[in-house]
């Protein structure tokens, strides 16, 4: 088949990357005039294992190619995914412009018959909206095109993408129309081998499932965390708890993980966009918005713990902190915890010396040049080299490299041994044996 994928980021791309592994030829159109230069040079603008080898691979079969002319795009394809951005509006709403702005291009290139797929993740009601916007540049056309408007949210993790999008545990498709239920049912076919993972429902359900599933998650993270916090006032240890509790098949072990709170370009924005949408049908979303409480307090909960270990003012202090991604696995720092934490330290006084394995040209693009004008904000070569002089380690994004540190040279290099670690990678009595003071997240400290 032959498709357009609308949007080259991590959705966009890795979307239509795996559907031309399946044989298929897809175009992706981004408006991105060097983000599709690059792609064309065979240059992978994101970092998501697996990725390269693959759009590489499919270029040179010439399966995939990029343009950001959505009409050129479209000339020999009926089927349009759409996964550009929807980022949050100042009150919390999705903000739609992107996606629409694309609906009103699909309208004024449609030629025949055409299936438009929201990949994005968008309120209930968008399909419809989507919907009126092609009719009414078909009407300004004078034509009466038939198409129809399919929600089939994407699941993919950020740094297992490719896995995520050939294996899924699940396909959501979202249509009422037996042609376009036929089409997508074609087009997931292949991911669909041993047994069918697609679950057919109503537009609105599909859309809604996206913003249940992140918000689920997002509430499992919250919950531990305040399960955390109150360990941390009672001297309980939350790692006997978060092991006492996930082992009831009920529960599971996912996504109980004590931190310093969750981010990323999906759950900050999208439990804030659920909960827009509760208050615009006047519902009271009780529970969403203490998740949403919740996680704004844990991503300040390190600093919190630095300013009762070193007070208000830090100035002169250095700071060595380990890992930037929001996740591991990815190069991706919007909403980061780290971002957050950075903020709090260099407005509070202090330097920080930051390594991450995968986002430190991300952190140079991307964070106030200031800081590195003023050294505010200096970016190691190595992970030992983030923690030279510093006064205390501060653990933000579990790595694997990060797991099993080399305490001893670590207490050699740093002018105090204080850990802080944001995401209880560490024993604390081993690390106190090696002469750390340890401070966790709910960890008896
Ligand atoms: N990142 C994830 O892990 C993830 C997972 C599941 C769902 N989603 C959802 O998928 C959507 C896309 O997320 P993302 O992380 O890939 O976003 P992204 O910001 O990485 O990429 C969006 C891309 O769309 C392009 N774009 C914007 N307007 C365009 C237009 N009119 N025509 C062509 N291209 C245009 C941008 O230049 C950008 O490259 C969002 O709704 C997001 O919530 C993201």
């Known amino acids: 088949m032959n498709l357009t994928v609308i949007g ?4 966009g791309l890795v979307t239509g990357t795996c559907f031309a592994e399946m044989g298929n030829t897809v175009t992706c159109v981004d408006t991105d005039p060097a983000k599709v230069a690059q792609l064309k040079q065979g240059q992978i603008p994101i ?29 020999d394809s009926h089927v349009y995914f759409i996964a550009v951005g929807t980022p949050s509006n100042g009150d919390g709403s999705a903000d739609l412009s992107q996606v629409l702005g694309v609906a009103r291009e699909i309208g004024e290139h449609m030629r025949d018959y055409s299936v438009v797929v929201d990949k994005s993740t968008v309120p209930v009601g968008t399909a419809e909206k989507v ?27 950020e740094g297992a993408a490719i896995e995520d ?4 545990d699940r396909i959501i498709v979202g249509t009422d129309s037996d042609p376009a239920r036929d089409i997508m049912r074609q087009l997931y076919a292949p991911f669909n081998m041993n047994r069918d993972r697609t679950l057919y429902m109503g537009v609105r359900d599909a859309e809604m499932t996206k913003y249940a599933a992140n918000a689920m998650l997002a509430t499992k993270i919250s919950f531990i965390n305040e399960i955390a916090g109150l360990c941390d006032m009672l001297h309980v240890d ?6 006492g509790i996930g082992s009831d098949s009920r529960i599971g072990y996912s996504f109980i993980y004590p931190g310093c ?8 924005k999208d439990v804030k966009a659920i ?4 208050e615009s049908c006047k519902f009271e979303p009780k529970v969403l918005r203490s998740v949403e409480e919740r996680n704004q307090h844990q991503r300040r909960v390190l600093y919190l713990k630095i300013r009762e270990r070193f007070g208000e003012d830090l100035s002169g202090l250095t700071f060595g902190m380990w890992g930037l991604a929001f996740k591991p696995g990815t190069d991706d720092l919007r909403e980061a915890p780290a971002v957050v934490l950075l903020h709090e330290l260099i407005g509070a006084g202090a330097r920080v010396r930051a390594y991450d394995p995968v986002a430190m040209e991300a952190a140079r693009q ?18 030992y080299d983030a923690l030279q002089d510093v006064d205390a380690m501060v653990l933000v994004t579990e790595w694997k490299p990060f797991r099993t540190p080399d305490f001893h040279a670590m207490h050699k290099l740093m002018k105090q041994p204080v850990i802080f670690d944001g995401r209880n990678q560490y024993e604390p009595q081993s690390a106190k044996q090696a002469g750390f003071e340890y401070v966790g997240i709910g960890r008896k400290s």
């Not at 939350?238 to 092991?243: A, G, I, K």
Request: proline share 6%; hydrophobic share 40%; net charge negative.
């Open 47 to 75: 970092f998501e294992p697996g990725l390269d080898d693959l759009v590489k691979n499919n270029v040179k079969e010439g399966r995939l190619r990029f343009t950001t002319s959505l009409a050129e795009a479209m000339a």
């Open 275 to 278: 909960i827009h949408l509760a």
């Open 238 to 243: 939350v790692e006997n708890v978060r092991l």
């Open 366 to 383: 991307q964070l106030p040049k200031a800081w590195f004008d003023n050294g505010d904000l200096i970016l190691a070569t190595h992970q």
């Open 8 to 11: 080259t980021g991590y959705v």
């Open 131 to 157: 919907r009126d916007v092609i009719e009414t540049e078909l009407a300004q056309r004078g034509e009466t095109i038939p198409f129809d408007v399919v929600s089939n949210p994407e699941f993919l993790k």
């Open 261 to 268: 709170g969750y981010g990323g370009s999906c759950f900050p």
């Open 165 to 168: 999008f050939m294996r899924p």
